[in-house]
């Protein structure tokens, strides 16, 4: 056994025997997500590096702990890529916290979402027994797909150790439009117009940019895939954005390739909090929903899958109201600097069915409670 993974395990066993909560943690980049941060923390930084990689199989596996830069760096050397654009939220960010988050990225309403790129994990579970959950390759099988069931949830089930993942290569060709001027439902309904037709729409952002002059509605999307197909794409999406009177411009890709990294890191200015009273709320909504009537100014992505705005806790019941309407939910994603996480809950409560399937798994995976203790919701 891996001499880090065997003093890991040590240390779950200890904890074990005298039901001492522990706290997961990577590179800690994403320790504000989650309803709160309890027990002694349980460093797994040490499981790291590249257990084998397959460019020409499309398959890598990588130790929990391994920074999300060095896999990203392996990748790029030979010109593949994680297509779901993970989020890092800090240089210290992992590939265990990744999956553990279940956070994509811009590309994610087209390239699908981290959980449809795990392969396999092997995990620790909090009886201290190491299991192996799927595999290498892409294959049908028989029961519950486990490996994908840890996508998502926050080291509550189990201490990701390993974790085999699938990869895709870069995209020959690459453009981002900007048009300026479009209302949000207009925005909408144009991205749904787009999903309905043969286009490499890649990703979209939509918001009112205050540090533009003059401020104005902003629509970017990013064409990516064959070259042909971008070519032949640009012109005819530009023609539907002028035609709604939009003013369209294409954006250097040099210029634009950051900007979209910002705006999965949150590092863009929309994402500094204008006051500290407020939360960051992200609404996971059908991408068909309309725009909601809300009193906040919103940025949405996803074509429309995807909206975060900044709003005070006190408002999480019309929010969750508004998101329940049409089809989705509102999670508190960042709490306000002036009230503590547990002041509401951060994610949307469960139907008491599938709050059942959920205890039920936790009883299975960590009959004594003891990893990442209340990171979900309060009693899981």
């Known amino acids: ?52 990689y397959e460019p020409t199989e499309l398959v890598v596996t990588v130790r929990a702990g391994t ?43 087209s390239a699908g979402a981290v959980r449809d790129f795990v392969l396999g994990v092997t995990l620790l579970n909090g009886r201290a027994e190491l299991l192996t959950f799927g595999g290498q390759v892409i294959k049908n099988v028989a029961g519950y797909d486990v490996s994908r069931l840890m996508v998502g949830a926050l080291g509550t089930l189990g201490l990701l ?43 979209s952002c939509w918001l009112f940019d205050d540090t533009a002059s003059p401020p104005c509605d902003c629509l970017f999307v990013r064409l990516r895939g064959a070259v042909a197909a ?21 954006i250097d890709n ?24 407020l939360g960051l709320w992200r609404l996971s909504l059908p991408q068909t929903a309309p725009a909601l009537p809300l009193p906040y100014p919103q940025l949405i992505e996803w074509h429309g899958a995807q909206r975060w705005l900044w709003a005070p806790v006190e408002a999480c019941s019309p929010l969750r109201q508004a998101a329940a309407e049409v089809g989705g ?9 002036t009230a503590p996480a547990q002041s509401v809950a951060r994610f949307s409560p469960l139907a008491p069915a599938l709050s059942q399937i959920h205890q039920r798994l936790k009883n299975e995976f960590d009959p004594a409670g003891i990893l990442n203790r209340g990171r979900m919701y309060p009693d899981f």
Not at 329 to 337: E, G, K, N, Y
Request: glycine share 10%; charged share 15%; hydrophobic share 45%.
């Open 254 to 277: 040099a210029q634009a390739a950051p900007d979209w990294q910002a705006c999965g890191d949150q590092t863009l200015p929309f994402f500094k909090a204008p006051a500290p009273e």
């Open 161 to 203: 150790t390993e974790i085999s993942l699938k990869v895709l290569p870069r995209a020959p060709a690459e453009a981002t439009l900007l048009c300026r001027g479009l209302k949000q439902q207009q925005a909408l309904d144009l991205l749904n117009r787009w999903g309905g037709q043969p286009l490499p729409l890649n990703a």
């Open 1 to 52: 056994m891996n001499p880090a993974l065997s003093q890991i395990t040590d240390r779950l066993r200890a904890a074990l025997a005298d039901r001492t909560p522990l706290r997961i943690r990577g590179g800690g980049s994403k320790d504000f997500y989650g309803q709160s941060l309890q027990g002694e923390v349980l460093d797994v930084s040490a499981l790291s590096g590249i257990v084998s």
């Open 67 to 109: 920074p999300l830069l060095e896999l990203q760096a392996a990748l790029a050397e030979k010109g593949q890529q994680l297509a779901f654009e993970p989020p890092a939220f800090g240089a210290g960010a992992t590939c265990g916290g990744m999956v553990a988050a279940g956070l994509s990225g811009p590309a994610r309403a």
């Open 230 to 250: 971008v070519q032949a794409a640009g012109p005819r999406m530009l023609a539907d954005m002028q035609a709604l009177g939009g003013e369209v411009t294409q």
């Open 329 to 337: 939910t509102a999670t508190l994603f960042r709490s306000p600097q």
